[in-house]
């Protein structure tokens, strides 16, 4: 009996649903993060892939999806003086690529705090040759060798919004740079909760009696921008949708918090991302879950959050009102295979409640190459997998298809896995001819396609 061309062998081929695996790419062993697509005028497709871990971006040509092309990898400095450099998040729009500089954290990308690592952005054109993008300028935010830009929103035009870390703040804030001039970024207005001004804290640091710097407040990003609006997933301190119309000077309309009951102990991002519904007055919001790959069930028990684990969901929010966001519906548990090994996703190979939860959604931002379709949300899920809900009923959330992929066979770097290693979905995006895109931990990308019915 053959075995699909995407599966490790007969006993490790993954699970689908309603989907069909149309291509795949190792990336010659380099794990990506965050993907950005890019249209040329010619209509060819090229995929810029940020990476979890090392200085640089692989770009493959995948006009044709069943058998995307390999370019090049190319690289942001000089690895062997910038040992922390992690180069994450990307995203492309009028011929711009943006892409986020910041410091790898040891557990995920096995650096050292000591290291060194730009802290920033850095821009390139890619119009006059996709293949080989140019290198425009480089913009720093000030906080020597730390986190840099995380998530990051460019829709192209005068302004990237950023999650960033800024001198005199504690966490990572909302700062907005003018490109206009792309060789010259200029910051113009940022925005911050008031516990992150460091002048106001005893010592400049997260307070002891907070558990770290996750029950803290401070920008994941993306900040979604809309218009004049935009939506922030601003940790423990949920969504914070702010009035931008003055660029230079940002004002909270409302806020809508998700902790507690949702997300916390060791969960990632409180609240990862906040994206409104092109055209509805509805936005979708995540609570990050976490890598099994870093658990076992010794490691949970002897950690500070021992015990039961907080849920980690999509939510969906009504901002018909963006002065009383309201949470109206909750998106459905994952579906489990029936021969999945293990009978659900909390306790998947640990031999205790993990603390599972969603990673990122597919978010358009207004690129032409991008689906852009209000009533599908795409969800990359950790271990439960790509997933796709048909959202067009807002309060009766559907789930629609799924893609588990096989377990990747070996580590791509040198960093201890304790716990399970199971293939672990992170990021996606999904262009305009319907095709879904999405990375793995310790594996290459998958390219799939929802069976229409």
């Keep these: 009996m053959s075995i699909p061309f995407y599966a490790k062998s007969e006993k490790n081929q ?19 993060f965050q993907m950005a697509l890019y249209r040329t005028p010619e209509g060819k497709y090229y995929m810029y892939c940020g990476s979890f871990k090392g200085a640089g971006w692989t770009i493959l040509d995948v006009t044709d ?28 729009a009028d011929g711009l690529m943006v892409a986020a500089l ?4 040891p557990f995920l990308h096995g650096c050292k705090l000591e290291d060194k690592n730009l802290s920033g952005l850095q821009i390139y054109d890619l119009r006059d040759d996709p293949e080989n993008p140019r290198l425009l300028s480089t913009w720093e935010t000030g906080v020597e060798d730390g986190l840099g830009v995380h998530r990051f929103c460019y829709c192209g035009g005068r302004y990237v919004h950023l999650s960033a870390d800024c001198p005199g703040y504690v966490g990572n804030i909302y700062r907005i740079l003018d490109i206009i001039d792309p060789t010259n970024p200029v910051e113009v207005g940022r925005w911050w909760m008031p516990e992150q001004f460091a002048d106001a804290l005893a010592d400049g640091t997260f307070p002891t009696e907070h558990q770290g710097e996750k029950d803290w407040p401070q920008l994941h990003g993306p900040p979604y921008v809309v218009g004049d609006t935009a939506y922030l997933s601003y940790y423990t301190a949920g969504l914070v949708i702010l009035d931008i119309s003055n660029i230079t000077r940002p004002k909270r309309i409302g806020q809508l918090a998700f902790q507690p009951a949702f997300s916390g102990k060791l969960a990632g991002a409180r609240t990862h991302t906040c994206m409104p519904l092109t055209g509805r007055n509805f936005l979708v919001a995540t609570n990050e879950g976490e890598r099994f790959a870093y658990f076992t069930k010794e490691r949970i028990a002897q950690s500070d959050h021992p015990g039961a684990q907080p849920m980690n969901n999509l939510h969906m929010v009504d901002i018909s009102n963006p ?18 090994p293990w009978p659900n996703f909390n306790d998947c190979g640990i031999g205790c409640q993990g603390p599972f939860g969603p990673h990122n959604i597919h978010e358009p931002m207004g690129k032409p190459w991008l689906e852009d379709n209000p009533n599908r949300v795409y969800c990359c899920y950790f271990h439960a997998g790509m997933r796709v809900y048909d959202v067009s009923d807002p309060y009766y959330i559907k789930e629609i298809a799924y893609f588990i992929p096989p377990n990747p066979e070996k580590t791509l770097f040198d960093v201890p896995i304790p716990g399970p290693f199971l293939a672990t979905t992170e990021d996606c995006v999904v262009d305009d001819r319907g095709y ?12 799939v396609r929802v069976k229409e019915a």
Aim: glycine share 8%; with cysteine.
């Design 323 to 340: 002065a009383d966001p309201v949470l109206v519906a909750e998106f459905p548990y994952p579906e489990v295979p029936k021969d999945f």
């Design 102 to 105: 910041g410091g790898g954290i």
């Design 65 to 92: 999806p069943a058998n995307p092309r390999y370019v090049k990898f190319f690289t942001c400095c000089d690895t062997e003086e910038y040992k922390k450099q992690s180069t994450p998040k990307i995203q492309i």
């Design 436 to 447: 879904i895109y999405f990375d793995t931990f310790h594996d290459g990308v998958y390219i």
């Design 14 to 32: 993954g699970y689908v649903k309603n989907m069909d695996v149309i291509g795949y790419h190792n990336l010659n062993g380099v794990m990506a």
